[in-house]
């Protein structure tokens, strides 16, 4: 046995004094590169995107978790005199005055369920406010490929369209993206 492993070792070292062992290592080296870099590339594409589920009457819909400030459980709404139907009215939360917005109204839903005496409130944000967006259920925290999301259903009603920012599939179950730049859009700017 110790015969043949001197064998391999001169093998190896007169490969190595031809030059062919080094270009061999180079090679191996350059593919696992190469394969390494596949990897990356295949991992950015496959991006994936966290989602906060919600429940409006019979549908689910989500809102990205990076627009999601917090969810607000325990409030008291303070009315406001002459603003949309959708509106209604304001909260205090932690000495922050935060408009309180009936996203099924502003969907032509008609209005949020009654039977839920506090119904829970999701806070989006982007870049210029907050609002506090009620709903009839909070579903799950899920992550989906940026790939699976498609554009939003073409039978979905004008009215709702507007807000519905493309759809993905959770579950085998399809959940409308909610475009929260639209909904907080000042009130009387079109989309």
Same mark, same amino acid.
Request: aromatic residues 6%.
């Given at each position: 046995?110790?015969? +043949?492993?001197?064998?391999?070792?001169?093998?190896?070292?007169?490969?190595?004094?031809?030059?062919?062992?080094?270009?061999?290592?180079?090679?191996?080296?350059?593919?696992?590169?190469?394969?390494?870099?596949?990897?990356?590339?295949?991992?950015?594409?496959?991006?994936?995107?966290?989602?906060?589920?919600?429940?409006?009457?019979?549908?689910?819909?989500?809102?990205?978790? !990076?627009?999601?400030?917090?969810?607000?459980?325990?409030?008291?709404?303070?009315?406001?005199?002459?603003?949309?139907?959708?509106?209604?009215?304001?909260?205090?939360?932690?000495?922050?005055?935060? %408009?309180?917005?009936?996203?099924? +109204?502003?969907?032509?839903?008609?209005?949020?369920?009654?039977?839920?005496?506090?119904?829970?409130?999701?806070?989006?944000?982007?870049?210029?406010?907050?609002?506090?967006?009620?709903?009839?259920?909070?579903?799950?925290?899920?992550?989906?490929?940026?790939?699976?999301?498609?554009?939003?259903?073409?039978?979905?009603? +004008?009215?709702?369209? !507007?807000?519905?920012?493309? %759809?993905?599939?959770?579950?085998?179950?399809?959940?409308?993206?909610?475009?929260?730049?639209?909904?907080?859009?000042?009130?009387?700017?079109?989309?």
């Amino acid at each position: 046995m110790t015969e +043949k492993k001197e064998d391999t070792s001169q093998g190896y070292a007169a490969l190595d004094e031809g030059g062919s062992l080094t270009q061999t290592a180079e090679e191996v080296l350059r593919r696992r590169a190469q394969s390494l870099a596949y990897d990356a590339a295949t991992e950015e594409v496959n991006d994936l995107m966290g989602l906060l589920l919600f429940r409006l009457d019979d549908e689910w819909y989500a809102v990205k978790v !990076e627009d999601v400030r917090e969810i607000y459980q325990e409030y008291t709404i303070t009315p406001v005199p002459c603003v949309p139907p959708f509106i209604l009215g304001v909260i205090n939360i932690r000495g922050e005055i935060i %408009s309180m917005t009936d996203i099924a +109204k502003l969907m032509g839903y008609g209005a949020i369920s009654k039977e839920i005496e506090v119904p829970p409130a999701i806070v989006v944000q982007n870049e210029d406010c907050a609002t506090a967006v009620v709903v009839d259920e909070i579903g799950d925290i899920t992550d989906v490929l940026v790939d699976g999301v498609e554009p939003a259903v073409s039978t979905m009603d +004008k009215a709702q369209a !507007e807000f519905v920012a493309g %759809s993905v599939y959770v579950d085998e179950r399809l959940i409308g993206l909610i475009n929260v730049d639209r909904i907080l859009q000042p009130v009387g700017v079109s989309g």
